[in-house]
């Protein structure tokens, strides 16, 4: 089986703080994705990337950056960590290749707060 | 851009009778990909079904169906034989391919009622 972990359920950060969420895939995927929830808005991609050093903003990147080093592991970086930043975040993994579009498998979730 | 939209925040069922979920999509594309995603009160999202646009044939997996109008963007998905175990929230996602993100809609609470 596919897994995604992430390298914490829950994080409490103050504002202005420098955040670090982690995500890790075991089955050699190429491309891995950050995504964000909210209550009545779905899921909003921040960013994504399809090989090491390589990355695509998504469609909120604003106040977000991420870090890919090694092809299992994918960061998400709030340099400065601001409310309304609190939210859930997803990281996701899908295998490379264009047709068909291959199925993401998602980590359990970081629920961050912002206080 | 593409967007996705749900119009159903909610939707209960009896367990046992079947229930429709409802989207629709815009896209200028003419390849493309749909999805349905499932995210229980546990919080993994897992994949319920997918469907290549480039397919006319309705995608099926055991007791989860879908309805693809491509020509009027609908993608509904039909789940029979409720169980209590399909208690989620339930997303629909496009996708243009490759190594593209999904593109999500809003999402649909499914409630099953004993």
């Known amino acids: 089986d596919v897994k995604v972990t992430q390298s914490s359920r829950y994080l409490v950060k103050r504002t202005g703080e420098k955040v670090f969420l982690e995500c890790v895939q075991d089955m050699d995927h190429e491309n891995m994705f950050w995504y964000r929830q909210d209550p009545g808005l779905g899921l909003r991609l921040i960013y994504f990337s399809y090989d090491v050093k390589m990355k695509e903003k998504g469609d909120i990147p604003e106040g977000y950056s991420v870090s890919r080093e090694k092809k299992e592991r994918f960061s998400l970086i709030l340099e400065s960590a601001s409310t309304n930043q609190t939210s859930m975040y997803l990281c996701a993994s899908s295998l490379q290749g264009f047709l068909p579009a291959n199925e993401q498998f998602f980590g359990p979730g970081t629920r961050l707060t912002v206080l | 851009a593409q967007t996705v939209t749900q119009s159903q925040p909610e939707m209960s069922v009896q367990e046992a009778e079947t229930v429709t979920l409802s989207c629709t999509y815009d896209?200028?594309?003419?390849?493309?990909?749909l999805f349905w995603y499932k995210q229980p009160p546990s919080r993994q999202m897992i994949l319920v079904i997918r469907q290549e646009a480039y397919k006319q044939q309705n995608a099926t997996e055991n007791r989860f169906s879908v309805n693809f109008q491509k020509a009027a963007k609908s993608f509904s998905l039909k789940i029979s034989d409720s169980q209590l175990g399909d208690a989620a929230m339930y997303f629909c996602a496009y996708c243009g391919g490759g190594a593209d993100g999904l593109t999500f809609g809003k999402g649909t609470h499914l409630i099953i009622q004993p």
């Open positions: 896209t200028s594309e003419s390849d493309y990909y």
